[in-house]
């Protein structure tokens, strides 16, 4: 089992940025790509970003400029860099951890942004 536990969410202004975290219980270096998603009220959760074992990283064309993501397998840790934040960012944020070998998908709790106008 792999627990992921996010940090770094907050309240910001439009312009702002934020660094997430996301801490993973156990070797990251072994889950196949991990990844953040997004999900504001009333809508389905989205891809913000993620990140394949050989260092690929992969956005949607709509999150590529402001976005970025990257990992530090020493600290079991991925982080999510969001720049010039725009209140239609708001959303709770997940990291997200696919385990290749198993089939397994695991979720954290999810981190809250808010970007105020």
């Known amino acids: 089992q792999v627990h992921l536990v996010e940090s770094g969410g907050g309240l910001v202004q439009a312009g702002g940025s934020l660094r997430l975290s996301c801490v993973a219980s156990g070797r990251i270096f072994t889950m196949h790509v991990m990844g953040w998603y997004r999900q504001a009220p009333g809508e389905e959760r989205e891809l913000v970003a993620r990140?394949?074992?050989?260092?690929?990283?992969d956005y949607p064309d709509s999150m590529k400029a402001r976005f970025t993501i990257s990992r530090d397998n020493a600290k079991d840790t991925v982080y999510l860099q969001m720049n010039n934040l725009k209140p239609e960012d708001t959303g709770v944020y997940y990291c997200?951890?696919?385990?290749?070998?198993?089939?397994?998908?695991?979720w954290g709790q999810g981190t809250q942004v808010t970007v105020s106008s």
């Open positions: 990140m394949f074992l050989n260092g690929i990283t």
């Open positions: 997200n951890a696919y385990e290749a070998g198993t089939g397994s998908y695991y």
